[in-house]
């Protein structure tokens, strides 16, 4: 089977699901993406990867930001790629796949109409990312869904949003989604007992280090989680530490508001290189997502095969298949200030049972591996075939 994924842009943790997808083919993948907008070391792992089957297009057109706002469905964007059609067609696909229902995802759709292609779609969203579609992207789904073959969701949560849509569940695959969770548990496992004492100590070594990695603003809920720490730091004092990596536009403002709430145990770290993450999540013992809008956010099953346990947001769309409460960690509201300091003072009360909730999660977030996506892919592809 000759399969061409087209998608506007992708980061690191896609080339591993790539990789094992061209395997499965035996050399049969093409994928076809900006290479205006796709980082350029991400560029070069995928033509070292995938070498002139790896192609990168340039000259995008785009009526609207480059950059979303913080929540779904705020802005809006038309793109034009010329030459996309006819870069398709040069790879004489048997199946075409691509993300989502706009931007490059109409091209692949035209391809469609045009060549009488079968179609995939591997999508993400769920009924909680959506609450904000307007009335014509949700009309908009609801037509192409009619003309889709097959559909690669993330997770259960996405396939319910996407049988909703219109599309029957026989044709849905789940489990599209996953983090380079080998090599970061391989970069972990390389890591010296002294790596992690040294990093420790430059937090002035607690006893318990959360760790939330995430951009800096509204959707993350950050300032949500700084306001259930603070109750953390009045009512249960002791050797406990949050740190948070990344950068964003509200970072001044979330450094006032620590400041403001008295907090003397929560480190900015700012931003870490994607090369360098995982002896951050070596050196933590808890792993923090207070998200208040995502699709299924990768940087939790990343965690998770560092051996980290997980306070997850109930607004995470990968919560259903990745936290098994009371045992790899627990789920809780960000908006609710009680909820998220009774999650936090779990960690603190079982701390003595955080390695064992680590290699809980270790062998939940093998189970998402890159050839688990990718087998999730070529069963869509294999669907809309049949079809």
């Given at each position: 089977m000759?399969?061409t ?21 035996t ?11 796709v ?29 979303f706002?913080?929540?779904?469905n705020?802005?809006?964007r ?7 059609l ?6 004489r ?49 609801k ?19 996407t049988?909703?849509?219109g ?13 380079d ?11 010296s ?10 937090w ?51 450094q ?10 929560v ?38 095969a ?33 909820d ?20 809980k ?17 070529l ?9």
């Open positions: 000759r399969i994924y087209v998608t506007r842009s992708f980061l690191d943790y896609r080339i591993p699901v790539l990789e094992a997808l061209n395997r499965k083919l050399g049969g993948l093409r994928i076809i993406y900006s290479a205006d907008y980082p350029k070391r991400v560029h070069d792992r995928a033509k070292q990867s995938l070498r002139e089957n790896a192609i990168g297009m340039r000259g995008e057109k785009r009526l609207g930001p480059n950059e706002p913080d929540f779904a705020s802005a809006f038309i793109v034009y790629q010329p030459g996309l006819r870069a398709i067609k040069k790879t696909p048997d199946v075409i796949v691509s993300d989502g229902f706009f931007q490059w995802a109409f091209f692949a759709l035209l391809y469609k109409w045009l060549y009488r292609c079968p179609l995939v779609l591997c999508y993400e969203r769920t009924f909680h990312t959506e609450r904000r579609a307007h009335w014509y992207r949700t009309a908009y789904r037509l192409v869904i009619r003309f889709v073959d097959a559909m690669a969701c993330n997770g259960k949560l996405s396939l319910e949003y049988n909703w849509l599309i029957p569940e026989s044709r849905i695959t789940t489990g599209h989604m996953a983090a969770t080998e090599n970061l548990a391989q970069s972990v496992a390389s890591l007992n002294s790596d992690r004492q040294l990093l420790r100590r430059t002035g070594n607690p006893e318990v280090i959360f760790l939330a990695v995430g951009k800096l603003n509204k959707r993350k809920g950050i300032r949500e989680l700084l306001l259930g720490w603070s109750l953390l730091e009045k009512s249960l004092p002791g050797a406990w530490a949050l740190v948070l990596i990344g950068d964003g536009p509200d970072k001044e403002k979330l006032q508001l620590a400041k403001d709430l008295g907090l003397e145990k480190i900015f770290q700012g931003p870490v290189d994607y090369n360098e993450i995982a002896s951050y999540y070596a050196a933590a013992d808890v792993f923090v997502m207070p998200t208040l809008e995502d699709n299924w956010s990768l940087v939790v099953p990343e965690a998770m560092c051996g980290m346990p997980v306070l997850c947001s109930e607004y995470n769309g990968c919560y259903p298949e990745l936290i098994s409460v009371g045992e790899n960690g627990w789920i809780f509201n960000p908006l609710d200030q009680q998220t300091f009774n999650a936090l003072r779990k960690c603190v009360v079982n701390r003595e049972r955080l390695n064992e909730m680590g290699r999660s270790k062998d939940i977030a093998a189970l998402y591996s890159p050839d688990h996506a990718a087998e999730a892919i069963n869509a592809c294999k669907i809309a075939v049949q079809r």
